[in-house]
């Protein structure tokens, strides 16, 4: 069973400039979660998606920040602009219903703002 | 709402030696557990779960037990080993649509 792809792996960009990322969730999982990570911090929820409609993002900056999943299945992240404390990893997570089931995690963006 | 605690790190152990990281929860309904573990530049891989109370998970030597009594979900492992220098995530997963919660994390470093 193929996993949760992200892509891409790493991106460097400068402050001010507006960067995406994607995922893919594992086929029939109709949760998606993007969590933020900060070096040496457990997964900050950013938001949450059950199918295509939004659960929770109560936390996402939507000043700078938005979503999308698009046919509950991809989603994008996008920052614009990105500030220098938006340097971080994101993780994209899939669950099969959310809840008390297990997330399954991909490998991460790492974003550097300089 | 919910809320894991878990023990701060870093946590340094020589090989074989017997480990036990600390998680406690807060849970308003009938939580999942689990344990989730980074190797470094990865994402996050499930290593167990308990989901009732008196479960024990387990896998690759590690094992927890879900304690509604102490709302603790401690992981151990009897003899540990080089590779298992990572870093170790207390989560859970609460009733309804709720995400998943984590603790900051805790990391294991096995020396030889």
């Known amino acids: 069973e193929a996993g949760v792809a992200q892509s891409p792996r790493y991106k460097i960009i400068e402050k001010r400039q507006s960067v995406a990322f994607w995922c893919n969730p594992i086929?029939?999982?109709?949760?998606l979660y993007w969590y933020q990570q900060i070096l040496g911090q457990g997964p900050k929820l950013l938001i949450q998606f059950q199918n295509n409609g939004v659960v929770d993002d109560s936390q996402l900056p939507k000043d700078r920040f938005s979503a999308e999943r698009l046919k509950g299945v991809d989603s994008t992240l996008k920052i614009q602009p990105a500030k220098l404390e938006d340097s971080a990893v994101y993780l994209c997570?899939?669950?099969?219903?959310?809840?008390?089931?297990?997330?399954?995690f991909g490998q991460g963006t790492r974003l550097t703002v300089v | 709402g919910d809320s894991v605690t878990q023990m701060e790190g870093p946590v340094t152990l020589s090989e074989e030696a017997f480990l036990t990281i600390n998680c406690t929860y807060t849970a308003t309904g009938y939580p999942s557990l689990f344990w989730y573990v980074q190797y470094p530049g990865e994402g996050l891989q499930l290593l167990l779960k308990?989901?009732?109370?008196?479960d024990k998970g387990s896998n690759k030597g590690f094992e927890a037990t879900y304690r509604k009594e102490t709302t603790s979900f401690h992981l151990e492992k009897g003899s540990v080993q080089v590779s298992d220098s990572a870093v170790y995530f207390c989560a859970l997963g609460d009733s309804g649509n709720t995400p998943l919660v984590f603790g900051k994390g805790t990391r294991l470093s096995v020396i030889a």
């Open positions: 086929s029939g999982h109709a949760t």
């Open positions: 308990a989901t009732k109370a008196d």
């Open positions: 997570a899939s669950s099969l219903k959310g809840g008390r089931t297990e997330a399954f």
